[in-house]
């Protein structure tokens, strides 16, 4: 089994910064896209930032020139940092592993999520 433990949310005001975490552990034998996804309330999740383990990153519109993803493939970590953030993102943030096992077929893994909140 594969766990995806994140890290970093939290209440901030307009303009302000986050960075958020994600370690994957288990029974991994690569790793290939990391990202983050999140969801508002009322809305769809929707995708935030993603890596593939050799490609280009792809950042939604929304957030491009602001957040900023990168990974330590070492630690099995993917990383976001959220620069001048605004209320509208607002949204619990979730991580997203495309995991392939030992002996096992590439399976999608998601964390628990964490609650980035915007406001003065």
């Known amino acids: 089994q594969v766990q995806l433990v994140e890290s970093g949310g939290g209440l901030v005001q307009p303009g302000g910064s986050l960075r958020l975490s994600c370690a994957a552990s288990?029974?991994?034998?690569?790793?290939?896209?990391m990202g983050w996804y999140r969801q508002a309330p009322g809305k769809q999740r929707e995708l935030v930032a993603a890596?593939?383990?050799?490609?280009?990153?792809n950042y939604a519109d929304s957030v491009k020139g602001r957040f900023t993803i990168a990974r330590d493939n070492a630690k099995n970590t993917v990383y976001l940092q959220m620069n001048n953030l605004k209320p509208e993102d607002t949204a619990v943030y979730y991580c997203h592993a495309d995991v392939e096992g030992y002996g096992m077929d590439l399976k999608a893994y998601w964390g628990q999520g964490t609650q980035v909140t915007v406001s003065s």
């Open positions: 288990g029974s991994i034998f690569s790793i290939n896209t």
């Open positions: 890596m593939p383990s050799g490609g280009d990153t």
